[in-house]
Structures are given as C-alpha cells and as structure tokens.
C-alpha cells in the first residue's frame, strides 16, 4: 500500500535584516583633525604644570596618605580618590580581633589559597585564622566578600614584590599589621541576600550529640530539651540525648560548620519554613 504523502512544509520567511546604525560623525575638517586634538594637548598641558599625569613610583604612590593630601591640594582633586582607587583589590587586611574562625573566607577561594591557622591569643587561648598564599591569590575578592563580619577586606596596598615564593604567604599577624595602617578598605557586604536559606533539622534523625552546637563560631546553636516519649511495651527507645538543636537565625552566618560536623547528617540547607 502506498504511504500517504505529507504536504510540503512551508517556506522559512529569509531573516529580518539587521539595521546597523552608523557612528556618530566626529567634528569633520580642520576643526576634527587640528582644532580639537590641540585644544585638548594644551588643557593637559596646562593642567600639568600644577600636577603631573603621572606619579613617580617608588617615590610617589598612591596609598601613601601624605602623597594624596598633597596631591589634593595642588590639584583640588587627588588622583583616584573616591573612584578607582579606593575599590583596589590589594593586600588583605585582617581584624584578628573580630575574627570568628568561621573558614568562610577559606572556603569561598576560588584558588584554594587560604589556609586556616591558629593564632596564638596569649592566656593558653588560640583561635584559627586564614593565612593567604599570594603566589595562588587572584584577588578576586570573594573571600572578603563572604566574611560576615567584616574583619577580611581587601586594601590598596599593591606592593607584594619579594625574592622569594615563601615570602608571599601572609599570616594573620601580617595582615593585621595591614589593618592597623587604616589603608582605604574595599567596601564590604552589609546585608545579606532576602532569599538565604537558613538551616534546618531531620529531627528524626537527630541524637542530640551537641556537636553543632558545640562547633558552631557564633555560639548561635542552642540545645532545647525535648520531651522523652514513653515506650509502648516490647519497645525500645532509640539511643540518644533528649534534646535537639535550636538555631537563632539572626546570629547564624551561614558557614555550615553544623552541617559538616553532624555525624547523623540531620541538618541541611533549606527555605525558611
Ligand atoms: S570569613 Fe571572616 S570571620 Fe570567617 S574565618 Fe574568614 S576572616 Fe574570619
Ligand atoms: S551555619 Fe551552623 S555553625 Fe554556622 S553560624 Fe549558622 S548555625 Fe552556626
Ligand atoms: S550535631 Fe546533628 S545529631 Fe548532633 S545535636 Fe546537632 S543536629 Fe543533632
């Protein structure tokens, strides 16, 4: 038996043509050509003989405070200064002192040059800080970005030239001798995304370990206690502790410490229920 054939498709309509807009015409004639290339080379001219275009690295540099007061007053208008400058991603700066051993900064690196190490507090206390590998560091700024309290941001200090590689790791001590020369700081994450989940609890799952609490570097896990069931006869309670995690979800800063320490794996990443 013959197939019936299928109508013929019909034809594709050929693509819209694209408009292209032509460039705006510049100044034409002497004007473009002489005119204004000479108007221009003389303003500059002109403003150079108040201040160079150019400052004289090493001697000159931009983070040195006494240069770009000095700067701004003979130009009224310091080079950089509250546009790109003061948004440069240098050498970190690190508040030891606000630090909460959160390993936020460590995980969020790209290139896996944080390190979490412990700095000595004196009274027999210590407390794990990052120290940054500047041969790895691509100074994206994520780390800075991720810390929740700030204490991590990045300066415009530029000048990490050394002979040697092991020279480029910087330890937290070093970078809070960077945070205590007040260099302009990046501006740092203030507010956190509206759609954050916030952590939740298998409480099936759960045997009251602690271990969250216990691990958890703002102290914002609480162990409430839960009402212990009585058993039916012939049954056996599961072995645990009566009490289960409570987060308060103002002081959490979403490091998933808690998450990574639970050894019934009962607390996950979720929406707000
Ligand atoms: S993210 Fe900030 S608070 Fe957390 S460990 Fe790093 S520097 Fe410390
Ligand atoms: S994620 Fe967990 S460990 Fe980290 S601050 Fe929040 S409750 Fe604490
Ligand atoms: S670490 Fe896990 S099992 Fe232990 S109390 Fe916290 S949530 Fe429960």
């Not at 043509?17 to 005119?35: M, R």
């Not at 500047?134 to 800075?144: A, H, L, M, Q, W």
């Not at 645990?240 to 979403?254: G, H, L, S």
């Amino acid at each position: 038996m013959a197939a019936t054939s299928a109508p013929p498709p019909p034809p594709t309509p050929p693509p819209a043509a694209v408009k292209k807009t032509a460039p705006a015409p510049g100044p034409q004639g002497l004007a473009g050509l002489v005119v204004i290339p000479m108007a221009t080379a003389a303003k500059q001219f002109v403003k150079s003989l108040w201040r160079p275009s150019t400052i004289v690295y090493p001697y000159e540099r931009l983070e040195d405070p006494e240069f770009r007061k000095r700067v701004a007053v003979q130009s009224g208008r310091p080079i950089g200064v509250g546009e790109v400058w003061d948004n440069y991603r240098g050498v970190h700066a690190l508040n030891i002192a606000t630090c909460i051993s959160c390993n936020l900064c460590a995980f969020s690196c790209p290139d896996v040059c944080i390190e979490m190490v412990n700095v000595d507090l004196g009274n027999g206390k210590s407390k794990k800080c990052p120290e940054i590998d500047y041969g790895k560091c691509s100074f994206c700024g994520f780390c800075s970005d991720a810390c929740p309290e700030g204490c991590l941001t990045m300066t415009s200090n530029y000048t990490i030239t050394t002979n040697h590689r092991s020279e480029m790791v910087y330890s937290p001590q070093r970078m809070y001798s960077i945070y205590q020369t007040k260099l302009p700081m990046n501006p740092i994450r203030q507010e956190r995304p509206v759609n954050e989940d916030a952590i939740l609890l298998d409480q099936d799952l759960c045997i009251g370990c602690n271990a969250c609490a216990r691990d958890c570097p703002t102290k914002c896990i609480t162990m409430i206690d839960i009402p212990k069931p009585q058993p039916k006869p012939g049954e056996k309670l599961p072995k645990r502790i009566w009490k289960e995690p409570m987060v308060n979800d103002a002081d959490c800063v979403r490091c998933g410490t808690c998450i990574s320490v639970c050894p019934k794996e009962c607390l996950y990443w979720g929406a707000h229920p």
